[in-house]
Nanobody, 125 residues
Framework: QLQFVESGGGLVQPGGSLRLSCAAS????????IAWFRQAPGKEREGVSC????????DYRDPVKGRFTISRDNAKKTAYLQMDSLKPEDTAVYYC??????????????????WGQGAQVTVSP
């Protein structure tokens, strides 16, 4: 069975940190682009960050630049999103996604083949 399992969400105070993980089961990540998305209540799902297959290139949306770090360990078949200096507006359900690249150079152009189940992140005093 092909799965992409997320972990690491939770409740944190403003200024705190969390690390999300996304582990692949039944497939390898080597040839896939990986990205993180989030969806806040009443809002559309939005991209957060993406990383290329070889880790050479990454991209971050403006709201999280300088605070979030995306990474991957292909040997462990796991992707990560380190979230620092969290703000209340970061509260959302976070999803990881992986798939084959559609075209160069942006890591956002990929086929969303696999999705994680979502992890709730709540930033509140």
């Amino acid at each position: 069975q092909l799965q992409f399992v997320e972990s690491g969400g939770g409740l944190v105070q403003p200024g705190g940190s969390l690390r999300l993980s996304c582990a692949a089961s039944g497939f390898t990540l080597d040839n896939y682009v990986i990205a993180w998305f989030r969806q806040a209540p009443g809002k559309e799902r939005e991209g957060v960050s993406c990383i290329s297959e070889s880790r050479i290139s990454t991209d971050y949306r403006d709201p999280v630049k300088g605070r979030f770090t995306i990474s991957r360990d292909n040997a462990k078949k796991t992707a990560y999103l380190q979230m620092d200096s969290l703000k209340p507006e970061d509260t959302a359900v976070y999803y990881c996604a992986a798939g084959r690249r559609l075209y160069q150079p942006t890591c956002w152009a990929f086929r969303r083949d696999y999705w994680g189940q979502g992890a709730q992140v709540t930033v509140s005093p």
